[in-house]
């Protein structure tokens, strides 16, 4: 099921975060440590950063460039 958070892999309706413009989906409790340290989505490894928004939004850069998978 592509509903659930691919990190934890459960389905509860809890606190999501999306990564734009790739759209990928996660429990902001799961990707926020993730896209702390790596600043990339976990999915396809697009650099993302950080909206000054209270939701924290994260967001792909415009450049699209893809981030060494290590």
């Given amino acids: 099921d592509d509903r659930g958070c ?3 892999m459960d389905d509860d309706e809890v606190a999501w ?3 734009k413009p790739c759209g990928h989906r996660f429990h902001g409790r799961c990707v926020e440590p993730w896209l702390k340290a790596k600043g990339s ?3 396809c490894r697009r650099q993302v950063v950080a909206r000054p ?3 924290s939004s994260w967001t792909i850069l415009s450049s ?3 981030l060494p998978s290590s």
Avoid: F
Wanted: hydrophobic fraction near 15%.
């Fill in 64 to 66: 699209g460039r893809r």
């Fill in 6 to 8: 691919p990190i934890c």
């Fill in 53 to 55: 928004t209270q939701s």
């Fill in 17 to 19: 975060k999306e990564t």
């Fill in 41 to 43: 989505c976990p999915m």
